[in-house]
């Protein structure tokens, strides 16, 4: 597997140059209100989206509505054209690499290394292949010195690492994370930071509290609030109309 580094930029003659298309989500808990009210957007080949929005505005719930984890009641996703549904889920997970709000979830083998074969292999990649390709993701990530150790002996930034390179193992085109800076201090932000600026995906969208590292991240901002995107917009730009985001309950300087 290639260093990170060594990547050409993100191709922009994609067949689908339309990567994630999202039309009229509409999801709701049982019978209770709507969560999610008429969504729509597209992300594009290139795309690097920040998903903002107050705790409690849906954004894990529509995270879960992409990757098929929830069923919405209405609407229409769809992956490099193929529309998500129960009998596609198989065929368009194989595009997305999803990362949880916490990365343990992702780490349950005994030790790092069998972490990161684990999904190649599951998936029929030799096992010589799929060690070579999780060598490479730990030098990448300065993680060599702990391959052969359990994700408990790891401080929290290097399983949020560990994670992440899990997900990368199954080499996909989409990248979705949850919260991924939860429990780490600012040096191991600016540490995934340069991570995420290098990942060779044609499609990047994480949710996150923390709106000044998704500035340095991202280029892009969808708001939600009131089960709605609100705002889609550059995100610079976003950052400094404070009023507007202390109303939709993002305060940026807290």
């Known amino acids: 597997m290639k260093s990170l580094s060594s990547y050409p930029p993100i191709p922009?003659?994609?067949?689908?140059?339309?990567?994630?298309?999202?039309?009229?989500?509409?999801?709701?808990?049982?019978?209770?209100?709507?969560?999610?009210?008429?969504?729509?957007?597209?992300?594009?080949?290139?795309?690097?989206?920040?998903?903002?929005?107050?705790?409690?505005?849906?954004?894990?719930?529509?995270?879960?509505?992409?990757?098929?984890?929830?069923?919405?009641?209405?609407?229409?996703?769809?992956?490099?054209?193929?529309?998500?549904?129960?009998?596609?889920?198989?065929?368009v997970r194989r595009y997305i690499g999803f990362g949880f709000q916490d990365a343990n979830d992702q780490l349950f083998m005994p030790t790092i290394l069998e972490d990161i074969t684990f999904g190649p292999r599951n998936y029929g990649v030799p096992p010589a292949i799929a060690i070579d390709r999780a060598r490479q993701l730990l030098a990448d990530f300065g993680l060599e010195a702990y391959a052969n150790r359990s994700a408990h002996e790891l401080s929290g930034g290097q399983r949020r690492l560990a994670a992440l390179a899990a997900i990368l193992a199954l080499e996909p085109t989409i990248l979705i994370l949850d919260e991924p800076t939860n429990g780490l201090d600012p040096a191991w932000r600016r540490h995934l930071a340069q991570v995420l600026l290098k990942l060779p995906v044609q499609v990047m969208l994480i949710a996150s509290h923390e709106l000044h590292w998704l500035g340095k991240v991202t280029q892009r901002a969808l708001v939600i609030s009131g089960g709605r995107v609100q705002i889609d917009s550059e995100i610079q730009p976003l950052l400094q109309e404070k009023d507007t985001l202390d109303q939709l309950g993002l305060p940026v300087d807290w």
Not at 17 to 26: A, D, F, I, K, S
Not at 41 to 54: E, K, P, Q, T
Not at 85 to 91: A, F, M, V
Request: proline share 8%; net charge positive; aromatic share 4%.
């Open 12 to 91: 922009t003659d994609n067949p689908h140059p339309t990567v994630v298309e999202v039309q009229n989500l509409v999801f709701a808990y049982g019978n209770r209100e709507p969560v999610l009210q008429e969504v729509s957007f597209s992300l594009n080949v290139g795309n690097r989206v920040a998903l903002m929005g107050a705790t409690g505005s849906g954004k894990s719930t529509l995270l879960e509505n992409l990757i098929g984890l929830k069923q919405p009641k209405s609407g229409k996703i769809l992956i490099n054209g193929i529309s998500v549904t129960p009998k596609t889920l198989p065929q």
